[in-house]
């Protein structure tokens, strides 16, 4: 991806490129019409929608009102106590400052007496600052009161920064509470997402949402928001004392809030942007580094290393620039907003010194405003600092709240149960499916498989025999039609008690991290060690489990690496033996066996199909030789079907496949003589 400041070199971006780079804003990161298929057809959200993700994401903290509410109030008084400390610490400051100009008075006068005297000599501002002192002509410094006040200072601050601690000790309990229900939601979500959901997306993509998109979530709360509280009251009461204290400088105080107001939105709404693609270049490196990861023999032997090399630079440029601008545009509010409040700073000191000189403010006001107007500054720059914080957390909580408001499958109301052994009789009835409207795949389909019998199909790729097979187990709802188990449609049933009746051995053998015993005992939890082991014997998986150093107990790595393809097909072929299904699906089960292997499989998938109806996916033709019925599809509909001998024999599509596979070999002309032995 390129645009009109997209340089090879990362180094050679710079902060102006960034700024002035209009495309880079508005076009490089700008959602296409490809986000929005990725969100279940609906265009994707911008992430300049900050309110109502915003809204939505404190929406997540209605459940725990009572605990906010509780730290509101503590920071309510640890804010009180903050603010009204430097006004008793300016009172302390009058004491020092009356005290230190008192001992230098002559003693006798009342210090009304003294203020008439310094008029009638003409010194009134003198005067008007002396009036405002707490003095006795003649004494010094009152250590009593001043220790009283320095007491009180301290006690304040003390007793501020406990309240601190027990809102951030609240807060973070309430926080906790949240995130956990915010990833039982994601992880609910994803039991509740149909398969065309993940058939569309990278899954390195969906796991960003779900885990970095949260933890982001949950920096932002436990920090940004508690900042956002604690100074946005700090910023209140501030103001509340400098009027009291003086609204002139009050006045002059308040001139930085709307110049940084301004500043902290021009570049907040640029940050924004860049904080969006920030989180989607990291979902889609993600995707691209668990490609590379998990495809890693396949990438080596076809030497596609500079290939996926060249691909991870180019999503890790394109993070590069998003986080590297995110970060330097947000990060230009605080030294912005620092120097307005500099300019403000300036004026409440040249002013405030002058009110002093003319007596109209005395020089613990003086010094209690100023402490204010610094104080007044932090928590404005703890905010535009929080601003960072909280656009990034607000651009995962959108990423977030897109995943949890995908389109679920159809919701089920079973109507019709099961007996707990069923017959196996499948009945499809003029079936439609495509997965878009634009190109369909199964049309008008209709077929019987009877009970105990094996149906095989076969057919070229993308004729839909996969798909078949996952209509029977609901992942997909068909458009038209319906498909019957012992009379009874699916759809009135739910899938939960549809699916365990059937067992399923997919063509990509997957073990979870484990032990092989946990493994096979996966497919029936509640099987006894006697049953995982019968059906591990069965299935050929005893052979070579006993040869391991620990045996069953041998745990399956995170890759599965330390088995074999073959080993990790038998492992699921097991899986599915212990259980003990009604209906099973076999999508070319022993296509990672060897040849050896795959003769002894043959045995116990016999075994297994025993009194079961099965769903027999190949491509090797040679494994469905004995199916009582062979399906031959093309194109979304079944073109023929009977068993090997007569297929042969009729010359037609299957011979043609069959043909292809075994043509000039000497398994062939055994079987050619078979079928014209037939023709015969």
């Known amino acids: 991806m390129t645009s009109s400041t997209t340089a090879t070199n990362p180094d050679s971006v710079t902060p102006e490129d960034l700024l002035e780079d209009e495309d880079f804003f508005e076009e490089e990161y700008k ?15 911008k992430a300049e929608h900050f309110w109502p993700s915003a809204k939505r994401l404190l929406g997540l903290l209605k459940p725990e009102a009572v605990g906010i509410y509780a730290v509101v109030a503590l920071v ?51 005067a008007d600052m002396v009036s405002r002192m707490e003095l006795v002509p003649g004494t010094g410094i009152n250590f009593q009161k001043l220790s009283v006040l320095i007491a009180i200072v301290l006690l304040m601050y003390f007793v501020a920064n406990i309240f601190l601690w027990l809102q951030g000790y609240v807060l973070n309990r309430i926080v906790m509470k949240v995130i956990r229900r ?56 501030i103001v509340i004392m400098m009027f009291i204290v003086s609204w002139q400088l009050a006045l002059i105080a308040l001139v930085a809030l709307p110049l940084s107001g301004v500043a902290a939105g021009l570049i907040g709404s640029r940050s924004q942007k860049l904080f969006a693609a920030q989180w989607k270049n990291t979902g889609e490196l993600n995707g691209q580094i668990e490609e590379s990861f998990s495809g890693h023999d396949l990438v080596r032997v076809f030497g596609r290393d500079a290939d996926m090399l060249e691909r991870f630079e180019e999503r890790n440029e394109a993070l590069y620039k ?8 947000s990060g230009m509010i605080f030294p912005v907003m620092q120097f307005v409040s500099y300019l403000s700073y300036v004026g409440i000191a040249v002013v405030g010194g ?58 089920e109301t079973a109507t019709e149960h099961l007996p707990a052994k069923t017959d196996g009789h499948v009945e499809f009835k003029d079936v439609t499916f495509s997965y878009t409207e634009d190109r369909p795949l199964i049309e008008n389909l209709s077929f019987t498989a009877e009970p ?40 009135h049933l739910s899938r939960s008690e549809l699916r365990s009746k059937v067992g399923m051995v997919l063509q990509d053998a997957w073990l979870f991290g484990g032990s092989i015993y946990d493994n096979i005992r996966y497919g029936n939890l509640d099987a006894t060690e006697e049953q995982v082991m019968a059906a591990a014997k069965a299935t050929f998986v005893d052979r070579f489990v006993r040869a391991l150093p620990e045996g069953y107990d041998t745990v399956i790595d995170e890759e599965g690496n330390n088995v074999s393809a073959g080993e990790k097909q038998l492992i699921t072929i097991a899986r599915a033996f212990v259980a003990n299904p009604s209906l099973l699906i076999l999508d070319e089960a022993t296509s990672s066996v060897d040849t050896r292997t795959e003769l002894l499989v043959q045995k116990a998938m016999a075994a297994l199909r025993t009194d079961r109806t099965s769903f027999v996916i190949a491509h090797r033709l040679s ?26 024999a009729a010359e037609g599509a299957y011979y043609r496949l069959y043909m292809s596979q075994f043509a000039g070999s000497d398994v062939e002309e055994s079987v050619v003589d078979d079928s014209t032995a037939v023709h015969s």
């Open 31 to 45: 959602p296409s019409e490809a986000d929005g298929d990725m969100f279940g057809g609906m265009p994707a959200k």
């Open 76 to 126: 309510v008084v640890s804010v009180v106590l903050n603010v009204i400390a430097p006004k008793i610490l300016g009172q302390a400051m009058d004491v020092i400052f009356g005290g230190v100009v008192g001992k230098q008075l002559p003693a006798g006068a009342s210090k009304d007496e003294f203020v008439e005297g310094l008029r009638q000599q003409g010194q009134d501002n003198f």
């Open 182 to 237: 915010l990833r039982d939601d994601t992880e609910k979500k994803l039991n509740r997402l149909p398969l065309n959901y993940f058939d569309t997306r990278q899954r390195g993509d969906v796991l960003s949402r779900v885990t970095n998109d949260v933890d982001n979530v949950q920096q932002a709360l436990q920090q940004a928001f508690a900042q956002l509280i604690s100074s946005l009251l700090t910023v209140i009461g």
């Open 322 to 329: 998003a986080s590297f601008g995110a970060q330097f545009v």
């Open 354 to 411: 002058l009110r002093v000189a003319s007596g109209s403010m005395s020089l613990g006001d003086a010094t209690a405003f100023i402490q204010y107007s610094r104080e007044f500054t932090q928590p404005l720059g703890q905010m535009a600092g929080m601003a960072n914080m909280l656009q990034s957390g607000v651009a995962s909580s959108e990423r977030v709240f897109e995943f949890l408001d995908a389109d679920e499958q159809d919701s």
């Open 452 to 491: 105990g019998h094996t149906v095989a199909i076969v057919g070229p790729t993308g004729a839909g025999k996969t798909t078949l097979v996952n209509l029977v187990m609901r992942f997909y709802e068909l458009n038209s039609g319906s498909i019957t188990l012992d009379g009874v449609d699916v759809t």
């Open 623 to 648: 494994t469905i030789r004995d199916a009582d019925t062979i399906l031959v599809m093309e194109n979304g509909k079944i073109v023929e079907q009977g068993n090997h001998k007569t297929l042969l």
